[in-house]
């Protein structure tokens, strides 16, 4: 079994920051890609950053210089951090996975999901 712990989320007023965290472990082989997705309500799960094994980021347009992902590959790790928040960035944050498995299989995880909220 995959575990992603989720850290970070939490009402933050427009303007603000905050930093979301997040840890894998258990049956993985090797990991290649983490990111972030979120889902605000009434809304489709969107895409907001991920990250390459390598260290190459890909960002959402709407993100794209306010947010800067980053990973420790050594700790199985994947941070957002998240400046100059606005009311729209309000969602439920989740944690991305991409990894083999011991077979060599490709598969996607999901974490539970955190909570952000960013009052006007």
């Known amino acids: 079994q995959v575990q992603l712990v989720e850290s970070g989320g939490g009402l933050v007023q427009a303007g603000g920051s905050l930093r979301l965290s997040c840890a894998a472990s258990?049956?993985?082989?090797?990991?290649?890609?983490m990111g972030w997705y979120r889902q605000a309500p009434g809304k489709q799960r969107e895409l907001v950053a991920t990250?390459?094994?390598?260290?190459?980021?890909n960002y959402a347009d709407s993100e794209e210089g306010r947010f800067t992902i980053s990973r420790d590959n050594a700790k199985n790790t994947v941070d957002l951090q998240m400046n100059s928040l606005k009311p729209e960035d309000t969602a439920v944050y989740y944690c991305?996975?991409?990894?083999?498995?011991?077979?060599?299989?490709?598969?996607?995880?999901w974490g539970q999901g955190t909570q952000v909220t960013v009052s006007s």
């Open positions: 991305y996975l991409q990894y083999y498995d011991r077979y060599w299989a490709r598969r996607d995880y």
């Open positions: 258990g049956s993985i082989f090797s990991i290649n890609n």
């Open positions: 990250i390459t094994r390598g260290g190459s980021a």
